[in-house]
């Protein structure tokens, strides 16, 4: 049974930082990309950053840009997200995702076939 387990979730001042964890078990997910999401209160859930099954190729949503870095350690099957810079629109449950399809890479929703149950940032101003 193919589980994502993410944490590192907090509370952080605006400005500073968190790294979130996305452990996976069951499979190994070496070829296959993963992701972030995240859905505040209210709000429909947002792309956030993807990775490719090898890690060369990368893609961020235009509101993290330049702050957050997405990466992986296949040896390892967790993928993580360093989050810099955060600001209080940050706040949000995020997601991890792995995409059951090898050798692709998405940025929506319908891309990901395993979610995580999501660990929570809260951000304060």
């Known amino acids: 049974q193919v589980q994502l387990v993410e944490s590192g979730g907090g509370l952080v001042q605006a400005g500073g930082s968190l790294r979130l964890f996305c452990a996976a078990s069951?499979?190994?997910?070496?070829?296959?990309?993963m992701g972030w999401f995240r859905q505040a209160p209210g709000k429909e859930r947002e792309f956030v950053a993807a990775?490719?099954?090898?890690?060369?190729?990368?893609y961020y949503g235009d509101s993290v840009k330049g702050r957050f870095t997405i990466s992986r350690d296949n040896a390892k099957n967790t993928v993580y997200l360093q989050m810099n810079s955060l600001k209080p629109e940050d706040t949000a449950v995020y997601y991890c995702?792995?995409?059951?399809?090898?050798?692709?890479?998405?940025?929506?929703?319908?891309?990901?076939?395993?979610w995580g149950q999501g660990t929570q940032v809260t951000v304060s101003s």
């Open positions: 990775i490719s099954g090898r890690g060369g190729r990368t």
């Open positions: 995702a792995a995409d059951a399809e090898i050798w692709t890479i998405g940025t929506t929703e319908g891309d990901y076939e395993y």
């Open positions: 069951g499979r190994t997910f070496s070829t296959n990309a």
